[in-house]
């Protein structure tokens, strides 16, 4: 009997050092992260060259923004679709493995309709606040966002954030502004002059309130978004299945509250062409890598890689637009590059001072 019990101890300890080695095995390496940040910077720099470009180039009234994300958010239901059956290794399985995940298991699936609704709330607060700011001052109270992504960081997930760290966040907010600020089309000026003496009253109070309220939601969605993807058995892919199904359906009620009348008059797919269509499978396959860099790194760092993607699509649109730059630019730069690297680097000594306590 003894003997039985310690083969089943030998067994299970077996087992559980081969589902360890597994585990560590998922994990990915310093590398492959670095690798997965970069490859997101150049894909939000493309993404953003090309929304610009599509609706510089066309003619009349341009497409309906509303439309190409409505369309977005179901290509990426479909892409991450063709990611489960690659995983599952037949449609069939796949199938299966999506009817399980998004109706048997509804209370799971639901989960992922709390940030597609605050995404959806979010970008109509940023819709009022555009419509009642000066577009500095939208520029500037929006990268608020970065901070209390850090916030609900550290009060959701535990996260432990050093002095140097918080720096960092406030300096990146910072120069983010810097660099919107000091890029700009050489007829912005004019066009900035004549809005104001022509446009609406603006309420600033409400203006502010909505963009506050925006980067609240912002932030708490994509740290819970996080927290779900890192606490969950659902794979990557399936729980872009489940936010894109509710995204997608928040954004359709989004557009037909904001667009329904120019719907009607010009159609659905007014003034659409390849560079759009190309838009559209950019804007998909950003969310997909957006969702594994938050998976295996996190939001902040996402953050940071979105900053430095800003500096990319202002270089763009002043190689390729007629946009110029003052020396806000080259200072906010410095500013981002700055707190990347203090960030970074200040993440990295905590990492081997907890290797090294254990």
């Not at 290509?75 to 048997?104: H, N």
Request: glycine share 6%; hydrophobic share 45%; aromatic share 10%.
């Amino acid at each position: 009997m003894a003997g039985d019990l310690k083969l089943m101890v030998k067994g299970g300890s077996r087992i559980m050092s081969k589902d360890d080695d597994k585990a560590k095995k998922v994990q990915p390496t310093f590398v492959q992260k670095i690798t997965a940040l970069c490859f997101l910077v150049v894909q939000i720099v493309v993404t953003v060259t090309m929304l610009r470009y599509s609706r510089i180039s066309s003619e009349g009234k341009p497409y309906l923004s509303s439309s190409v994300v409505v369309l977005s958010e179901y290509l990426k239901v479909f892409l991450a679709t063709c990611l489960v059956m690659k995983e599952s290794g037949s449609f069939s399985a796949a199938r299966k493995e999506i009817y399980t995940q998004v109706w048997l298991k509804k209370r799971e699936c639901l989960k992922m309709a709390i940030p597609a609704t605050l995404y959806a709330i979010q970008n109509n607060l940023l819709f009022i606040a555009l419509s009642n700011l000066d577009s500095a001052v939208y520029q500037i109270t929006y990268q608020i966002k970065t901070v209390t992504t850090a916030l609900f960081a550290v009060l959701i997930l535990k996260k432990d954030i050093t002095s140097m760290q918080w720096l960092a966040i406030v300096m990146l907010a910072i120069g983010v502004s810097i660099v919107q600020l000091g890029v700009h089309s050489k007829a912005s000026t004019t066009t900035t002059e004549s809005s104001d003496s022509e446009g609406t009253e603006q309420n600033p109070v409400k203006g502010i309130l909505a963009i506050l309220a925006a980067c609240m939601t912002s932030g708490f969605a994509g740290i819970y978004f996080e927290k779900v993807l890192k606490q969950t058995k659902q794979s990557v892919w399936m729980r872009n299945i489940q936010l894109g199904l509710f995204g997608g359906f928040a954004s359709i009620i989004v557009m037909l509250c904001n667009d329904w009348n120019d719907i009607k008059t010009l159609g659905f797919f007014h003034n659409y062409n390849l560079t759009v269509v190309f838009v559209v499978c950019l804007q998909a396959s950003t969310g997909l890598i957006v969702a594994v860099v938050v998976k295996y790194t996190d939001n902040i760092i996402k953050a940071f890689a979105g900053a430095l993607a800003i500096i990319g699509a202002s270089l763009a649109s002043i190689v390729l637009f007629e946009f110029e730059a003052d020396t806000n630019f080259l200072f906010g730069g410095i500013i981002v590059v700055v707190a990347s690297y203090t960030y970074g680097t200040t993440g990295r000594k905590k990492k081997k001072l907890k290797k090294a306590t254990r």
